[in-house]
């Protein structure tokens, strides 16, 4: 399977953007691009996936590069509400049955106020 | 009221005991999965259940049996609790195929330590 690399950590100021990075170069031609976060004592929530092009919702923004061998998480305006562990997964279009999902160490975020 | 809840919060427990981890979820959705979470690692995959009655092995499911009594209620149990068992699990739902564009829905976990 292939594999995703994060920052272990990242800090961030309130109401400052936040830009978590994600590489995946071993990253295969049917795998997409799901990003997850882990709030304090809580479990995993979704926040955003994607294939090739830019995508954005209510939670976040995620840039993939042209290549796809990574991609950036964007929290355009910090809060404290967003401190938490930030998971990058690939999920394969081939082996999506089953749900296994890999969650690696992903990126702690810090926000300060 | 949480979506998808699980009980107990935590439990504490002894080696070679029974115990059975719950989760119930009022959304509707026929998936299930059961995932457990290391210090320091990520989830991995323990049973999943696609339906009542429909019950799949995940990668670590060695040591775990899973019941799917409907379909809002999914639980776990350890037949024989042991120490490595100890980890942070959590329930998950899902209410599309299993392809790239589903999203899971989490439940708070529950903590478990086996003396």
């Known amino acids: 399977d292939a594999k995703t690399t994060q920052p272990n950590s990242m800090e961030s100021n309130e109401e400052e953007p936040v830009h978590l990075p994600c590489n995946h170069s071993t990253i295969s031609g049917t795998d997409y691009i799901h990003w997850y976060r882990q709030l304090p004592s809580q479990g995993p929530e979704y926040v955003i996936h994607g294939l090739t092009s830019n995508v954005n919702n209510r939670m976040a923004s995620l840039a993939i590069a042209e290549d796809r061998k990574s991609s950036t998480l964007i929290l355009h305006r910090a809060t404290l509400r967003d401190a938490a562990v930030y998971y990058c997964?690939?999920?394969?279009?081939?082996?999506?049955?089953?749900?296994?999902?890999?969650f690696g160490g992903g990126t702690r975020v810090l926000v300060k106020p | 009221d949480a979506d998808v809840t699980q009980t107990p919060r935590n439990r504490i427990t002894k080696t070679g005991k029974r115990i059975m981890l719950e989760c119930s979820q009022t959304k509707g959705h026929d998936r299930m999965y059961w995932y457990r979470q290391d210090p320091g690692l990520g989830l991995r995959l323990i049973y999943y259940s696609f339906d009542v009655k429909d019950i799949n092995k995940g990668e670590i499911s060695d040591g775990y049996s899973v019941s799917r009594q409907a379909q809002a209620k999914f639980s776990l149990s350890l037949e024989s609790a042991i120490p490595n068992q100890t980890a942070l699990y959590f329930c998950?739902?899902?209410?599309?195929?299993?392809?790239?564009?589903?999203?899971?829905?989490f439940g708070s976990g529950t903590q478990l330590s086996v003396l």
């Open positions: 998950a739902t899902s209410d599309k195929p299993p392809d790239v564009n589903e999203k899971l829905f």
């Open positions: 997964i690939l999920r394969s279009l081939i082996k999506a049955a089953g749900n296994k999902l890999t």
